[in-house]
Nanobody
Framework: QVQLVESGGGLVQAGGSLRLSCAASGRSFSTYAMGWFRQAPGKEREFVAAISWSGGSTYYTDSVKGRFTISRDNAKNTVYLQMNSLKPEDTAVYYC????????????????????WGQGTQVTVSS
């Protein structure tokens, strides 16, 4: 019920920054928690960050804490992932995802919690 399109990926040197954007289509965007996942070659898709529908709660995987920030702008139907101090191990395809239900209590962190996915955007960090 939510269509998502990621943008902002690219090639950056280690220590650099990128900001990913995820534009959503849907009248109820502000009622869905949103998340970011990533998948590197030969690895399973992994959780990166999520933000509650209210914007009041966020959660990050340990490897990105202190470096990445998830945020949302409901007026623009957009969620962001600000990535600082990038490392080569951050190289992956990054996917935006929307919760499978509205007004979830708590915050979703598992792939099965999410019902809509973007096509992904490539992030490559060179050493």
């Amino acid at each position: 019920q939510v269509q998502l399109v990621e943008s902002g990926g690219g090639l950056v040197q280690a220590g650099g920054s990128l900001r990913l954007s995820c534009a959503a289509s849907g009248r109820s965007f502000s009622t869905y928690a949103m998340g970011w996942f990533r998948q590197a070659p030969g690895k399973e898709r992994e959780f990166v960050a999520a933000i509650s529908w209210s914007g009041g709660s966020t959660y990050y995987t340990d490897s990105v804490k202190g470096r990445f920030t998830i945020s949302r702008d409901n007026a623009k139907n957009t969620v962001y992932l600000q990535m600082n101090s990038l490392k080569p191990e951050d190289t992956a395809v990054y996917y935006c995802a929307a919760d499978s239900r509205r007004l979830r209590v708590g915050i979703p962190i598992y792939q099965t919690d999410f019902g809509s996915w973007g096509q992904g955007t490539q992030v490559t960090v060179s050493s």
